[in-house]
């Protein structure tokens, strides 16, 4: 048996970026391509011989549930076994993967012979759909598929995706046959076989990016299959409702460039232009040197490569064409950049640092809590417009991004309330808030807490580390006792003022402020936590 030996690293690798590289035919084309045995095929779209395209006429109540149609024909295709093993299981793994477990985009595919267009793709009631599915002998509505289906291993996964919706989308022919009932089941009157000859792909989605790369994956890779090879049947899509009325699929290549300079600086070559585009070409590209600089290269990315986004994309195909075990070696010291700490992080690691030296344990709750957690377990009012909220929380444990430390060094507390006390726990870590001015609409801000839990109150031990914080920080502190005003000599100096808090109990919190040459700001508070706040975190 002839074999041929492939690296199984560098096979991988590419399988998680390629979705050509999903089935056999993509990988053995690939394969000769790159060894120079064939050239990249030319994806053709031919109309059928009557000149009239087959049609799928879309209907404006798919708004509601899935969007988005496309398809194509293989006209004249011819399966045997080990070709439609392939055909199905490519399905599979393009509906695992780039379709997100279908929820994204659906594939279905029909004998022809068995159908008549023009199609049309409708959203209906589930009491209204009717038809007998896939491998089964009797006909039911879609309500009763969702019971029958609710224990196969397979199917049950999905019906979740439609199955609260008041209409579900379903695809039928001109005489009313169901062709299929995306993303669930296809119809069993028009499943494919070994003895099919012409088949139909219909690709519904929610996400249109998603829906034309993987119609194009199904075509290109079987079209190898047809009497005429890598040509494809067009449909033509009628969507007035949205204006989307198109012929689909695209297959004309996309036309970008890429630098000489660039791809020689990031592989440390010395190409000519001429050099990398036979590079290129094994890797499935058509390329040429162009015309209006001796710097750029005229590429063709085929409709099989949807994941080149970037000249580094096509820079890296360079390399593994060249060879990456013969791309030259330097020491780590040739570098295009200098590693050093944000100047946020310094100062977290200082104040991180000097908190530990001074016996408190450092903890790392979760950024996420629950709403009441954040504003009412602490006496706090929610304005709307402080709290980033999650949309669709999952449990009510995870609802906003905390806006303070505190719910998490107190959720830590509680989980621990049996180990001896008393404990001393700290964080430095980012808050978010809302900020409309920006363009991710939210800002985040490191903070510094720290908890003591103990028979007293421990006012005087956090006060401590305060001190020993601001000290270490070069920031001198200010007092008001008789005799000692003004003696600092230090740029920046702090003071705390007593403060009215409802997190904190009545005339036991204060605020601290520092001074920075002439500014002064609040930056924290601290204090005795309110008997109601320890009561809502189980800490009485």
């Avoid at 059928?48 to 024909?73: F, M, W």
Wanted: hydrophobic share 40%.
């Amino acid at each position: 048996m002839p074999t041929i030996a492939v690296d199984k690293a560098a096979l991988f690798k590419e399988l998680g970026r390629e979705y050509d590289l999903l089935c056999f035919e993509g990988i053995s084309l690939m394969l000769n391509i790159f060894l120079g045995r064939k050239s990249l095929p030319s994806y053709r779209l031919v109309p059928p011989s009557n000149g009239e395209l087959q049609s799928i006429i879309v209907h404006e109540d798919t708004t509601k549930i899935r969007p988005y149609i496309s398809g194509a024909i293989l006209r004249n295709i011819k399966f045997n076994q080990a070709r439609y093993d392939s055909f199905i299981a490519l399905q599979d793994k393009l509906h695992q993967n780039l379709a997100r477990q279908r929820s994204l985009v659906a594939i279905g595919t029909h004998d022809l012979d068995t159908i008549q267009g023009p199609f049309t793709y409708e959203a209906l009631p589930p009491t209204e759909i009717e038809f007998i599915p896939l491998n089964q002998t009797n006909k039911m509505n879609a309500q009763e598929m969702m019971k029958f289906y609710e224990k196969d291993k397979h199917l049950s996964r999905y019906l979740h995706i439609i199955r609260d919706s008041p209409v579900y989308p379903i695809i039928y022919d001109s005489k009313r046959t169901v062709c299929s009932m995306p993303p669930i089941i296809n119809g069993n009157h028009s499943k494919i076989t070994l003895n099919t000859r012409n088949v139909f792909v219909d690709v519904t989605a929610t996400d249109k990016t998603k829906l034309e790369i993987i119609c194009n994956m199904m075509v290109t890779m079987f079209s190898q299959y047809t009497d005429e090879p890598f040509t494809i049947e067009p449909v033509k899509v009628v969507s007035k409702h949205n204006n989307q009325t198109r012929q689909v699929p695209e297959l004309t290549p996309r036309e970008t460039q890429a630098e000489v300079s660039y791809i020689n600086a990031c592989c440390g070559l010395d190409l000519l232009a001429p050099d990398i585009c036979k590079l290129l070409n094994r890797m499935g590209y058509t390329s040429s040197p162009s015309k209006s600089s001796k710097d750029l290269i005229d590429i063709a990315v085929p409709p099989t490569r949807p994941d080149v986004l970037h000249q580094c994309d096509i820079m890296e195909d360079v390399a593994i064409a060249y060879g990456f075990n013969k791309l030259p070696r330097s020491f780590p010291t040739k570098s295009g950049t200098v590693a050093q700490p944000l100047v946020i992080n310094k100062l977290a690691d200082i104040v991180r640092v000097e908190a530990a030296m001074a016996g408190w344990s450092e903890v790392m709750p979760l950024i996420l809590c629950s709403h009441d957690e954040n504003f009412a377990w602490l006496n706090r009012k929610d304005d709307g417009k402080t709290a980033v909220k999650l949309a669709n929380p999952k449990t009510l444990e995870y609802q906003v991004v905390r806006t303070s430390l505190l719910p998490g060094l107190l959720k830590t507390i509680r989980e621990n309330k049996h180990h001896s006390v008393p404990m001393k726990i700290f964080e430095v870590s980012d808050v978010a808030f809302k900020e409309p001015t920006r363009e991710r609409k939210s800002r985040n801000e490191r903070h510094f807490a720290a908890a003591w839990y103990g028979k007293s109150s421990g006012f005087e031990i956090v006060h401590g580390l305060l001190d020993r914080v601001m000290l270490m920080l070069k920031s001198a502190f200010i007092t008001s006792e008789k005799g000692l005003e003004g003696k600092t000599d230090a740029y920046t100096s702090y003071w705390i003022e007593e403060v009215d808090d409802p997190t904190f109990f009545p005339g036991h919190a204060a605020s601290i402020y520092v001074k920075a040459g002439d500014k002064a700001q609040k930056v924290g508070v601290f204090g005795i936590l309110h008997p109601t706040a320890l009561e809502k975190f189980d800490l009485r």
